[in-house]
């Protein structure tokens, strides 16, 4: 069984760049994660689909950051324009429903210079 | 509001030691997570812990959960250099199901 990709795996960008990072969860996985990690730190929440629909981006950067989930399974992250503290790496997850087991994808290493 | 705090963040040990990480939770949890994440890697799904008492094994590892103390431990069991890696736990309550994660416990396991 496939695992949850995502692309790019690196990203380098200038700061004021749009940067895009996709994600393919885990087939009929219902739920769908954003988080961002940063060297040192446990990743952190920036959004949670179910299905199509955001039901939680209280932690994403609205100013900066959009999110989309067509058709309830592949996922677009966006930011624009990237700052230098977007430095970080950028983890989709998923799992089948709530509460249920969650899997990560190897997750996108953005710098931003 | 709900905090996660790991100890130690930093383990050096020698293969064939045991050792404990520890996983102190400010508030009442409904279900409480522990992963591993290799260096450059993603995080892999180790345990999830339910209930109070609740005790999971696999391999080396082995954790515990005790809701009243808000602790659960990871209990490594003569360490082998294969372990290495950085170990979160997580928590989340079932009425927003929003993880919150501790810090990470970086383990090296030194041959």
């Known amino acids: 069984e496939a695992g949850v990709v995502q692309s790019p795996r690196y990203k380098i960008i200038e700061k004021k760049q749009p940067v895009a990072f996709w994600c393919n969860p885990i087939?009929?996985?219902?739920?769908l994660y954003w988080y961002r990690q940063n060297l040192g730190q446990g990743p952190e929440l920036l959004i949670r689909?179910?299905?199509?629909?955001?039901?939680?981006d209280s932690q994403l950067p609205k100013d900066r950051f959009s999110a989309e989930r067509l058709k309830g399974v592949d996922s677009t992250l966006k930011i624009q324009p990237a700052e230098l503290g977007d430095s970080a790496v950028y983890l989709c997850?998923?799992?089948?429903?709530?509460?249920?087991?969650?899997?990560f994808g190897p997750g996108t290493r953005l710098t931003v210079l | 509001e709900l905090k996660v705090e790991q100890n130690p963040l930093f383990l050096s040990m020698q293969e064939g030691k045991n050792y404990t990480i520890y996983c102190n939770y400010s508030?009442?949890?409904?279900?409480l997570y522990w992963y591993r994440q290799d260096p450059g890697k993603s995080l892999e799904s180790l345990f999830v812990?339910?209930?109070n008492g609740a005790v999971k094994q696999e391999g080396r590892l082995m954790a515990s959960l005790d809701t009243k103390a808000r602790l659960s431990t990871l209990h490594i069991t003569a360490a082998v250099h294969d372990l290495s890696a950085t170990y979160f736990c997580?928590?989340?309550?079932?009425?927003?199901?929003?993880?919150?994660w501790g810090a990470g416990t970086k383990l090296i396991i030194k041959p």
């Open positions: 997580a928590v989340d309550k079932a009425s927003n199901y929003q993880l919150i």
């Open positions: 997850a998923s799992s089948l429903e709530l509460a249920a087991r969650t899997f």
């Open positions: 812990l339910l209930s």
């Open positions: 087939s009929g996985h219902n739920t």
């Open positions: 689909y179910e299905n199509e629909e955001a039901v939680d």
């Open positions: 508030t009442t949890s409904d279900r």
